[in-house]
């Protein structure tokens, strides 16, 4: 059955229990089972007790197969895993609840001073979607809460952030844009697309990122105008530093643990 059919796929947005015992996390999207994957994940599990798997998991529609997946990847890590669903997830959407031991597609979670809210792109009907009202009021309710940076997960990244040959790569959901710019949300990351590129901080504060690393087959950009960095053939993941502190890091290192790209963050509010 299609992912949305049931409560917390898009509405509500559902608050999952805060944690504090966490200094970083680490994201990726776009998975799949292949050398470079297990390179990517093990330097991931060594480097986080919590992993945002952004989207496109196994890239299986056979529950056995995924279940091996997961498995092999992940059957030794000890952390906490929570994903993010993703167009070649939806089939199986039950089964990797299962395995992620989550009840829900759209959720957020407090760390520390991080508010992270996780977006379900993959809609089904005009009517099964997050509303901007409800985002922008989850957000807010976080600023009152006293978080001081705000994370918001997508797989699928917004249109016109990524300059690439098909429109099939983008949403169109310009009201979640709309809401990420009042709230000044620090940070939106996607996958979908397979490499990583980095955008410039706008003038509303966002950054917008895509880490579509995890291992899959590289995607080709029409363009790379106005990426402040860009990587096709590097196969890696994203971290999330210093939580709690007044200033964060994020920084993607390649499959084998070296570090390509790190910038700060510093807080909107």
Avoid: C
């Amino acid at each position: 059955m299609p992912a949305g059919k049931t409560g917390g796929d898009f509405s509500p947005i559902t608050q999952l229990p805060p944690t504090t015992n966490l200094n970083s996390v680490a994201i990726v999207g776009d998975i799949d089972i292949t050398s470079d994957t297990k390179k990517v994940i093990n330097k991931m599990k060594q480097a986080a007790q919590l992993l945002f798997l952004n989207g496109d998991f196994s890239y299986s529609e056979d529950e056995q197969d995924t279940r091996k997946w997961f498995s092999k990847l992940f059957g030794d890590y000890g952390g906490r895993i929570l994903g993010s669903l993703g167009n070649h997830d939806l089939g199986l959407s039950d089964v990797y609840k299962n395995l992620f031991n989550q009840n829900q597609w759209t959720y957020s979670i407090d760390i520390k001073n991080i508010h992270f809210l996780v977006l379900n792109t993959q809609r089904w009907k005009p009517g099964e979607v997050t509303t901007k009202n409800e985002i922008t009021l989850d957000l807010e309710q976080s600023i009152q809460r006293g978080m001081r940076f705000l994370i918001v997960l997508q797989h699928v990244p917004l249109k016109g952030h990524i300059k690439i040959k098909s429109n099939y790569f983008y949403v169109k959901k310009t009201s979640w844009e709309e809401a990420y710019k009042i709230k000044k949300v620090e940070l939106i990351i996607s996958g979908h697309v397979h490499n990583y590129q980095r955008f410039p901080k706008n003038t509303d504060g966002n950054v917008y990122l895509t880490v579509g690393t995890g291992g899959a087959q590289p995607t080709v950009l029409q363009s790379t105008s106005g990426l402040e960095k860009y990587f096709k053939n590097k196969y890696g993941y994203l971290v999330i530093e210093n939580i709690g502190e007044d200033l964060i890091k994020a920084s993607f290192y390649d499959k084998n643990g070296n570090q390509l790209d790190s910038f700060n963050i510093e807080s909107n509010r």
